[in-house]
C-alpha cells in the first residue's frame, strides 16, 4: 500500500486570502494549453496575431469553468445548489463536471468561430490535442482535495484517503492518478501525435471525443461514484458512463465522417 501525499489543499494563504491547489491547476491548464496553443498557431492560421490567440483561450476557458460549474450543478447535484444557491461561487472546494465543461467549450468555439471566420471544427481540432493539459492538471487537483477516489482494493498501490474525506479509511483504487494516466498523459500523446500531420477536418475532434469516452468510462468501474447519485443501474452503471457513451458514439461518427468526406473529395477531384 502506498502512503498518500498530506498536501494541504490551500497553496498559499495571505490572511483572509487563500489559494487553493484546486484552483492552481486551472491556471496551469490555461497557461500550458495557451503555450502549446502559439507553438501550432502559425500552422493554423498565419495571419492570427498573439492576441487572437489570447482571446480564444480567454473564451474557451470561460466555457470551461462556467459549463463545469453548471454542469456539475445539473448532472450531479442539483438539489442542494437549489437549497443553496451560494454553494455554485465555491468552485474551491471541486465541483466541476467534465461534460459541462466540454458543452462549454464547444458553445464557446462556435461563438468565437463565427466571429472570426472559422468554423466549428476547425477550431475545435486546433484546440483539442491542448485540453488534456488541463485535464490532467484538474486530476491532480482532485488528488490533492482527497475527492473522487476509488473502491477499496487489496492493490499494492492502493491509498488511504485523508479520514475528514473517506471516514471507512479503506485502501483505495488512486482514481483521480488513474484519470490523471489517461485523461491527461495518453490522450495528450495520442491527440498531440495524431494532429502532427494533416488530417481531415472533424478527425481530431473525433479522436479527442473518442478517446476521452473510453478512458472515463473505464475508469468509472474503479471510481466511487458521487454519493448523491450512486448508481444509476444494475448496480455498476454511473452518471460519468452515461455522459460519456455519446462521447464514444460521437467520436466514432465525426471519425468516419471526417474521412468519408476527404475519400469522396478525393475521388471527385480525379
Known sequence: ?????????????????????????????????????????????????????????????????????????????????????????????????????????????????????????????????????????????????AELWGKPTDLPWAMIFPAFSDPSQLPRHPSQLYQFALEGVALFAILWLFSRKPRPTMAVSGMFALFYGIFRFVVEFVRVPDAQLGYLAWGWVTMGQILSLPMIIGGLVLIWLAYHRASAVKSAAV
Open 1 to 145: 500500500m502506498l502512503p498518500y501525499p498530506q498536501i494541504d489543499p490551500v497553496a498559499l494563504a495571505i490572511g483572509p486570502l487563500k489559494i487553493h491547489w484546486y484552483g492552481l491547476m486551472y491556471l496551469i491548464g490555461i497557461g500550458g494549453a495557451w503555450l502549446l496553443a502559439s507553438r501550432r498557431m502559425n500552422r493554423f492560421d498565419p495571419t492570427w496575431t498573439k492576441e487572437k490567440l489570447s482571446d480564444l483561450i480567454f473564451w474557451l476557458a470561460m466555457g470551461v469553468i462556467v459549463g463545469g460549474r453548471l454542469g456539475y450543478v445539473l448532472f450531479y447535484d442539483l438539489s442542494a445548489y437549489i437549497a443553496n444557491p451560494l454553494l455554485i461561487f465555491e468552485v474551491w472546494k471541486g465541483g466541476m463536471a467534465f461534460h459541462g465543461g466540454f458543452i462549454g467549450v464547444m458553445i464557446a468555439a462556435w461563438w468565437f468561430g463565427k466571429r472570426n471566420g472559422k468554423t466549428f471544427f476547425q477550431l475545435m481540432d486546433f484546440v483539442a490535442p491542448m485540453v488534456p493539459i488541463g485535464l490532467g492538471a484538474g486530476r491532480i487537483g482532485n488528488f490533492i482535495n
